[in-house]
DNA sequence: TATGGTAAGCGTAATTTTGACGTTAACTTT
DNA sequence: AAAGTTAACGTCAAAATTACGCTTACCATA
């Protein structure tokens, strides 16, 4: 994270609004941010992950680069959603200094594109997480960030629930095998509603992309579920592309 | 355009894809772009209207200047939709010389954030365009670009048409009063499909907020159409949260 | 003045989708 | 063995979609 080792690019950074589903709950992983405040102690915040671009470096790139680093994940699910440009979005003392105490520069102003991200949280890349200062935060939990982080994570959230209307992308969050009604949650999370489990079924099953596994559920006090798995070539063949208009 | 007279930030600008509906058919606002070639002659391709930010100037605030700059208008449909920012997106020869006679400055890599504009072509601010070498290009009959354009503004008509799928933005395009068959040939456009005008109607008039007016069309060689018009205060009460998902 | 062409605007009818809910099956816990 | 729970299947009415048919009101031309 220190500029004097790597020539960045002070003016643009990235951000990554990363999300995990959890204890059925939708969360953010944010790190913790060590910074002396306006009476000279030592006090912390929550930030987003993300880092100022590399001199040559695609936005894409310095955002996967980020995951990377937070999570020793590769590959995993990221979409660009807004850029952030206030001139006045990081004006607080505490962000200046921290920028100041982080980079060695004097920066006045950042303009960063925000990413989204989706991540199957397991044990190994949540240790991994634990070691960088991250922690999963539940979304509907969330403190005062650092910098204009709270603006940044509403919108992503809001990005996030349009991309999930049009693609079938929960599965991103969960492991390679789960339940219909794991999935159903994970909506039920997301969109913060209660839906039927009869008809969620039926919808999710008409598209054909989930297709059922011979394994089921072991181990629960009812009749044990199959287990489901997202099949992306199904996916392909059979989207349609709908002109249904929603207003 | 000098950035001698103005303190710009030259790493970030903004693009603006403008979109019109003239002659039935989508339209963008392209700028002639005069440089000078290989051989050290004069040529001309077309841009996008665009604009380095100033240094404390706001995003959102450098692609409403460049609108009005470019058709005098104010308060228009203006929606960011990308961030561009790949290191070699501009490396042919004959941009980075244009951005050296404009700027008076070597720049070696520009972000740029892209907006998307809907008009209403109107004779007065086609005037107001042509008068700064612009000009309506057919979206399907748009040449080789300068910079990266083409790409944006590929990627702009996809953002553009999800837009339309989720709100009723299509009349930012029309004038005040307007028929529902414009919309629907607006829609057509944009989608590149054909719609039964009987269900079109149908639809488009269920949600309540295309009020019919008392003005007929005059001088067609049918049964003259109903104008009507967007009532936003109907819409905004009217608009339903569907939670229907498009898979 | 009559006729033909055209899009407006009304309607109908079959099909598909949605939403609410009933029911049995298969497992664990007590 | 009984109770509790969720899975997975099915039913039914209401709503939305889709594919059309038809009449109306205008202009153009004969």
Redesign the pocket.
Known sequence: MNASLRPINPYISVDCVIFGFKTNKLKVLLIEREYTDENGERASDLKLPGDFITRMEDLDHAASRTLKELTGLRDIFLKQFYTFGHPERVNRKIDMNWWFDTTGMTIHRVVTTAYFSLINISESNEEFAIKNNASWIDVDQIPILAFDHGEIVEKGLLHLQNALKNEPIGFEMLPEKF????LQTLYEAIFNVKL????F???I??AKHLV?LDE???????????YYRFNKTIYEQTKKES???NF
Do not use: M, W
Request: aromatic share 8%.
């Open positions: 339940t219909i009604r794991k039927d489990n009869r008809n079924r039926k919808k099953l008409k059922q089921k559920q072991a181990g629960v006090a009812h009749k044990p579920a199959y002109l249904g208009f």
